[in-house]
């Protein structure tokens, strides 16, 4: 493979870059023309574009100037190609930002429906572990720790007991509280 270029046949080369403001990718991804500066375009960061864009990306580093451009979507499927399987590796490539961009929320606002399967592979799973580790009466201390921690199998008292009232009423009392953790007086 030449420095320049990921698969020939493609038409897809690498330029080194700088770091680019998600914004304008995001904003690139829609497909409006985007505004890189000089700073945008000096650095190390490899990104894979189309020839045209590529020959416009150096033309402007070469006379320290920025540009506005236009990438496409196979552009942008090039380069998170090329982050994830053409040796970037784990160093920041796409499957990372995924992660922390699309997975992380989908856990997040699904953990409620998550959470029943989560405790009961972690009910079977934690005392088998300690059991094979030889010590098969720490596997309930450790379930139980994790279930404190976590909050994952703890319950929560009946709805209109007394207990439930108390602990809304502390909840609702911490409210009105004024100020932050460093009120001074």
Not at 151 to 171: F, H, L, N, T, Y
Request: proline letters at 4%; a positive charge.
């Amino acid at each position: 493979m030449s420095v320049n270029s990921i698969n020939p046949f493609k038409g897809y080369v690498q330029v080194k870059v700088g770091t680019i403001p998600e914004s304008k990718l995001r904003k690139a991804l829609e497909g409006n023309a985007v505004r890189l500066t000089n700073a945008n375009l000096s650095g190390d960061r490899v990104m894979v574009v189309h020839r045209s864009n590529a020959e416009k990306i150096r033309k402007a580093q070469r006379s320290g100037k920025g540009l506005t451009t236009s990438f496409t979507s196979g552009e942008a499927l090039a380069d998170l190609d090329y982050h994830d399987n053409a040796g970037a590796g784990m160093s920041g490539g796409s499957l990372w930002s995924w992660l922390r961009k699309k997975a992380w929320p989908w856990l997040k606002q699904n953990w409620s429906v998550i959470k029943p399967a989560v405790s009961a592979i972690a009910d079977v799973a934690i005392p088998a572990a300690a059991t094979a580790l030889g010590a098969p009466q720490a596997g309930f201390a450790t379930r139980g720790a994790l279930k404190t921690l976590t909050g994952v199998g703890v319950g929560r008292p009946a709805k209109g007991s007394q207990e439930a009232k108390d602990r809304m009423a502390a909840i609702r009392a911490k409210r009105k509280t004024k100020g932050g953790s460093f009120l001074m007086s």
